[in-house]
């Protein structure tokens, strides 16, 4: 158990739908980060929060927002759904960044998101 | 742009067969290399972080080494426990790491 916890586990939804995907960081973690995992795609960037703020985004689409709250937890929020944007959603958490070294990231369980 | 290359794509082995897994890399200015163990439908689990060349790491039956341009895993004397997707990937100046497409290693009794 890294510590790390996503809610839901599993999504189904239809396309043109709007559904948002949660995760709790470890204990003492400030940055969060998203990643969508796919079959064809592997395990892809999206986007990085440092305590509240965006601190990176990589091929994070438009109709794809972000947010890290007060408490530390993030929101990911996806919109216009469409098929090919089913896959595994990860969030990572580590202690924080640095300009000459990255801190091992933790990942929760994945969300499954389903969209037909 | 930051790539990672992992070799083989998939690896069996028969219990206690030791081998070793590939994760070539470009990356501008490396921050870090990392592997991970992933399970089918599970989160990536951290395994190793190394930073410079000639830097090894050790844990159990694994060994992480890197050099400028790769990495390997060694699994020594494998467990059928052992089987997942192994995961490399690598950070950069561009702020953000880079995985790679993994090596799924299945182990034989």
């Known amino acids: 158990d890294s510590g790390v916890t996503q809610t839901p586990k599993h999504l189904i939804t239809a396309t043109g739908q709007r559904v948002t995907l949660r995760c709790s960081p470890r204990s003492g973690d400030l940055s969060v980060y998203w990643y969508q995992q796919s079959l064809d795609q592997g395990l892809q960037f999206l986007i990085h929060y440092y305590n509240g703020e965006e601190r990176a985004k990589g091929n994070i689409l438009e109709r794809f927002s972000a947010q890290q709250f007060p408490d530390l937890h993030s929101e990911l929020n996806l919109s216009s759904l469409e098929l090919g944007d089913s896959a595994l959603y990860f969030c990572?958490?580590?202690?924080?960044?640095?300009?000459?070294?990255?801190?091992?990231?933790?990942f929760g369980p994945g969300t499954r998101l389903t969209v037909l | 742009e930051d790539q990672v290359t992992q070799s083989p794509e998939a690896l069996r082995l028969q219990e206690g067969e030791s081998s070793s897994l590939n994760c070539s890399y470009t990356?501008?200015?490396?921050?870090?290399l990392f592997w991970y163990r992933q399970d089918p439908g599970k989160g990536p689990e951290f395994l190793f972080t190394?930073?410079?060349a000639g830097e090894e790491k050790e844990k159990e039956r694994l060994k992480a080494t890197l050099t400028k341009k790769e990495s390997f895993l060694h699994i020594t004397a494998p467990k059928p426990e052992d089987s997942a997707t192994y995961l490399c990937a690598v950070g950069g100046s561009a702020r953000q790491l880079t995985f790679g497409s993994g090596t799924q290693l299945t182990v034989l009794p």
């Open positions: 990572a958490s580590s202690a924080g960044t640095s300009r000459s070294s990255y801190n091992e990231q933790f």
């Open positions: 990356v501008s200015g490396l921050r870090g």
């Open positions: 190394l930073y410079s």
